[in-house]
């Protein structure tokens, strides 16, 4: 099915607008999902005392609204529950029905000072007054080889090798309007090209009712850490720009590795050798000097997450992708002339590129800062890599990988991937937020792709997103409509706060401003300028 018409199932979309509640909901302003006639997004003073039970009884209290069909306890499950650096609870709950999730179907929940303050996220409606069929009719084996066979039929065009991924499993997938028992089927392979698919098979006849591609692209040691001694290298990047790099030295092996311990539980960095097979040898030297032209993509690849890690410590308060200190992987040289780089859900992997079209990936900064913020939501929102949620996941990382260069204050500009695409044409990148339609992207939701090529437009329609984290930062006027800019620093908060901690993996565009309306409204206050920024920005593209 279209993927525009899964968000219309479960997604939240839709004008914000006034909404009583009553005694116990004061001040309550709603994003309402038009199709299920359920709310989306509701923010104000809902209720007080304990977090978990009070989400629950407001839900039954407002059953009516939001049409569960049932007692709250007994369709969702909390998955989650933190404080947030505002000390705010932030609370993640899955909607389920005889013991199976939903598909998409998220719920956050925040709590201030003891009182429940927001909701957002989708929500199937009436699930249980649905003829819904909870056996299914064909096995977990049946359904991976509808996937696999439909892999090689339709994407591969031969048997791919595949690898281990996501275990299938059983889901309520919300088939247009019709919510059907289905298998979510992961099929991973690197070979003959990349590949990280999700497919929807239905658990009645194993028809496919969706699928997509989760890989989030830009367009002598073993594998194993070393024991030994934190030290210094240097070396060339891609760019000829030389760099100071964290290493290992072993005194048992000899050599020195791009192994940095001093961030997190690790900075990794392996040579594929022009391979196709992960992740690699750790990448040793002899002298701790890395000025070879091999080593240049490793030097930057290295270099580069660790700028990254800081940027994302030192300015959101965050260890590491997952908010754990998990390790950062990279390898570099993958395959031969390889023009791409990606995330591939545990690792970073980057080609060499052709030497014409591109150079070696890990020579941008905001490549590796893009590709790094896809392993950010992952463990985040889990934005579904297709359409509006996808173009979302696509404009996350563009905003953030730009950011890390200005961070790092490398000749820093508002285009992706400048550095490192097409070296003999000057002034071009694959992108700019800026101004998108210098590449052929949208800068107005009236312009949105809507076809299905690059799963539903996700590098393309990223641009009207990116348009306008690049108007709230900077201000001006686009389509008549003026915005004040609030600067890059508070642009970032308010969007990585989204982010984090109110987007859901089917969020569109609607959803998304609401998101930054509110992140801006915590962080600054309801009547604040930056909130007056974010309407006037999203407006500018004609999101609303």
């Not at 009583?20 to 923010?43: D, I, L, R």
Request: with cysteine; proline share 3%.
């Amino acid at each position: 099915m279209n993927k525009r018409a899964m968000l219309g199932a479960i997604g939240l979309a839709f004008g914000l607008m006034a909404w009583p509640f009553g005694a116990s909901a004061k001040g309550k302003s709603m994003v309402w999902n038009e199709q299920w006639k359920t709310p989306s997004f509701v923010s104000g003073s809902l209720l007080g005392r304990c977090s978990q039970e009070l989400v629950y009884r407001y839900l039954d209290q407002e059953k009516n609204t939001f049409q569960l069909g049932g007692q709250a306890r007994e369709r969702l499950s909390l998955i989650g529950n933190k404080l947030d650096e505002l000390g705010h609870t932030v609370m993640r709950f899955e909607q389920a029905i005889a013991a199976s999730l939903c598909m998409g179907a998220v719920l956050v929940a925040h709590v201030n000072d003891g009182e429940l303050s927001s909701l957002s996220g989708t929500l199937i409606p009436n699930l249980d007054k649905r003829t819904l069929k909870t056996e299914a009719a064909i096995s977990i084996q049946q359904a991976e080889m509808i996937a696999k066979q439909d892999v090689a039929d339709r994407v591969t065009k031969e048997r791919p090798a595949a690898e281990e991924g996501k275990p299938t499993r059983l889901v309520i997938y919300p088939d247009e309007e019709t919510p059907r028992l289905a298998y979510e089927v992961n099929v991973r392979f690197l070979t003959p090209v990349p590949g990280n698919w999700i497919y929807m098979i239905d658990a009645a006849d194993g028809k496919v009712l969706n699928k997509w591609n989760q890989m989030d692209e830009a367009k002598p040691g073993g594998a194993q850490p070393v024991a030994g001694t934190s030290t210094v290298g240097v070396g060339r990047g891609v760019l000829g720009d030389q760099k100071y790099i964290n290493t290992t030295y072993s005194s048992y092996y000899g050599y020195y590795y791009l192994q940095d311990n001093t961030r997190g539980s690790g900075i990794f960095t392996y040579d594929g050798r022009n391979r196709t097979v992960l992740p690699g040898s750790l990448w040793a030297d002899g002298d701790n000097q890395f000025f070879a032209s091999y080593d240049a993509a490793a030097v930057d690849a290295h270099y580069y997450a660790g700028v990254v890690y800081d940027y994302y410590k030192n300015v959101h308060g965050r260890l590491s992708y997952d908010g754990s200190n998990a390790a950062i992987r990279s390898t570099v040289h993958y395959g031969r002339g390889y023009n791409n780089a990606f995330w591939n859900g545990s690792q970073m992997v980057y080609g060499d590129g052709d030497g014409q079209t591109f150079l070696p990936f890990s020579g941008g900064i905001d490549v590796v800062g893009h590709e790094l913020t896809h392993a950010v939501t992952d463990y985040t929102a889990g934005l579904v890599y297709q359409n509006e949620s996808g173009a979302i996941n696509e404009a996350m990382s563009d905003i953030f990988g730009t950011l890390v260069e200005f961070y790092a204050n490398r000749n820093p500009d508002w285009e992706i991937g400048e550095d490192i695409y097409t070296p003999g044409v000057a002034g071009d990148a694959l992108r700019s937020m800026s101004d998108p339609a210098k590449y052929g992207d949208p800068d107005h939701y009236s312009k949105r792709y809507t076809g299905t090529q690059d799963n539903g437009g996700v590098h393309t329609n990223s641009g009207i997103i990116n348009k306008a984290a690049y108007l709230l930062s900077q201000g001006g006027v686009h389509y008549g409509v003026s915005v004040t800019g609030i600067g890059r620093d508070k642009m970032g908060k308010i969007f990585y706060r989204a982010l984090v901690y109110y987007l859901t993996p089917t969020s569109n565009f609607s959803q998304l401003r609401a998101a930054c309306v509110q992140a801006a409204a915590d962080l600054y206050g309801s009547t604040s300028q930056e909130v007056n920024s974010v309407k006037q920005a999203f407006n500018a593209v004609g999101v609303y």
